[in-house]
């Protein structure tokens, strides 16, 4: 039995977070399972076989990239570069997803499958690295500078800038009604407003007028 569109749907988000996918997961998703699913039916769906074998060739021939994970050997050191039938005997071949959406653009739409082409499901994805940390910080000073401007309340200073502690006490206040009293991670949003405008400050000499 194949997985809801609504389960599968909700699911496919997170597969997005690998630069690079399995490849019996790969089969799986293009046959609308979910992945944990694959030993039940394994041998069983033809059709699931059948691109299975097609992304093995692809491999083999060197049309989709992948990577080896490598072995771990007693002496510390990491093995790579084994034959392609070895690594995905051994399930130590990943494909890389880049690779893969290049090579299922050569096909016909329909057999596209949601989890690489789905682009109403594409939302924004975490990301930890200080370039994603520095877009929100600044996002968050945009926001303080309009709010500043519309609304007397939040300004400060003979230059009208935007007054971080008035913001982030309306901001608690708004997200203890919608949470309750005991919600947590607002109580210092007045100094993340505060790192939010320096950093504009420092990169748009236009908000310090």
Known sequence: ???????????????????????????????????????????????????????????????????????????????????????????????????????????????????????ARQIDLPDGSDAAEVSHLKGVGMMALVLAKTQPAYRIGPDGRPNAKQIGVAVLATAKELFGPDVVGFNTFERRVALALKLLEQETPASRR
């Open 1 to 119: 039995m194949t997985s809801s569109p609504s389960d599968l749907h909700a699911c496919l988000r997170y597969w997005d977070l690998s630069d690079n996918i399995r490849l019996d997961d790969a089969v799986a998703l293009w046959c609308g399972f979910q992945p944990d699913q694959l030993q039940q039916i394994h041998g069983v769906t033809t059709c699931m076989r059948a691109k299975r074998s097609a992304l093995v060739h692809a491999l083999r021939d060197g049309r989709l990239e992948y990577e080896d994970l490598g072995v771990s050997a007693p002496n510390g050191k990491t093995y790579y570069d084994q034959p392609v039938d070895e690594l995905i005997e051994k399930d130590r071949l990943v494909i890389k997803k880049a690779s893969l959406r290049r090579w299922f653009e050569q096909v016909s739409a329909t057999e596209r499958p949601p989890f690489l082409f789905d682009e």
